[in-house]
């Protein structure tokens, strides 16, 4: 097990290493500068390019921003003068994760829920609403339930805050949003899953010995049915990150989602690359976190060396 993480630990830092680079060539070639304010004169610009190095050639600037990662130093952003992208990062982080944890938390357990009551009530009114649900999440954008949201909890009905960052009253609405995905991957995901696990012959022997329906369900079927759900965490994540983008914006939330669109439009290279490598550092995370899960969820399971 050991041998396996510090494998997986490796292939991470070479991952980010990729997508930093990538990421800062792609960036170079966007049109666009950070300085485009026509009230600044070609001179002006010219020295604030020359203060952050973008008068350099772009093997080297490229050679800079590497060797500050080595260091710990993600640069400099050019919308907030002195001040680090570390710690732009760090005062932001809170109301993000916060949203990713509880719409994880919420999204994957009504899932489930919903998942199991389809497939033991099976092609009655609770199947039908489990599928209705998942339509609609699935067909839906998060930004689009997020707007609706809105409108009629907070502006129609005055339940919760409209918008801005007050606590936990405020990540309820985008909470329920980014939820909705979650939701309905994993209601369809564990009926179908669950309704071939009831048609296993040992689901069919439990039922010749006398085991009671909770006890098929929730006993025999549903651990090996939670395997192939895990598998979708990974995916599921990835959902949730892009979909925060927009929703923060949206809920003028002060989270990382929303700086990172505020970057993209004013080309704050430093923000942007560092935002981008935070999301791929905690997207491989939770990949190596669901492998993990795989041995403690089946105990048949044994990651060793790199092979399951």
Do not use: C
């Amino acid at each position: 097990m050991t041998k396996y993480v510090l494998q997986r630990v490796i292939y991470m830092i070479i991952t980010l290493f990729i997508i930093a680079s990538f990421t800062f060539f792609l960036m170079k070639i966007l049109p666009g500068s950070p300085f485009n304010d026509q009230k600044l004169s070609a001179e002006q610009v010219h020295i604030m390019n020359e203060k952050y190095g973008l008068n350099d050639p772009v093997p080297v600037q490229y050679a800079h921003y590497i060797f500050g990662l080595l260091k710990g130093d993600m640069g400099v952003s050019f919308q907030f003068d002195n001040h680090g992208v570390t710690e732009l990062i760090l005062e932001r982080i809170g109301p993000s994760a916060m949203l990713g944890f509880q719409a994880m938390f919420v999204g994957t357990l009504l899932g489930v829920i919903l998942g199991v009551l389809a497939a033991i009530y099976q092609n009655t009114w609770v199947d039908y609403s489990s599928t209705f649900i998942a339509v609609l999440g699935k067909s839906i954008p998060s930004f689009v339930f997020a707007a609706l949201l809105q409108y009629v909890l907070a502006v129609k009905f005055e339940i919760f805050p409209v918008a801005f960052w007050n606590g936990f009253s405020s990540s309820i609405l985008p909470t329920i949003a980014l939820a909705m995905f979650p939701i309905a991957t994993g209601a369809r995901f564990m009926r179908s899953e669950l309704i071939e696990v009831l048609g296993s012959d040992y689901i069919t022997l439990a039922k010749a010995k006398g085991a009671s329906s909770f006890e098929i369900a929730f006993k025999h079927a549903f651990r090996n049915a939670l395997i192939p759900l895990i598998t979708v965490l990974g995916p599921l994540a990835v959902s949730l990150m892009s979909g925060s983008l927009v929703v923060e914006k949206i809920f003028s939330i002060p989270g990382i989602g929303e700086q990172f669109v505020k970057s993209i439009m004013t080309n704050d290279y430093p923000i942007i690359m560092g935002t981008t490598l935070l999301f791929a550092f905690a997207l491989i995370a939770i990949i190596l976190v669901v492998d993990l899960l795989y041995g403690v969820i089946d105990p048949r399971i044994r990651l060793a060396g790199g092979k399951k």
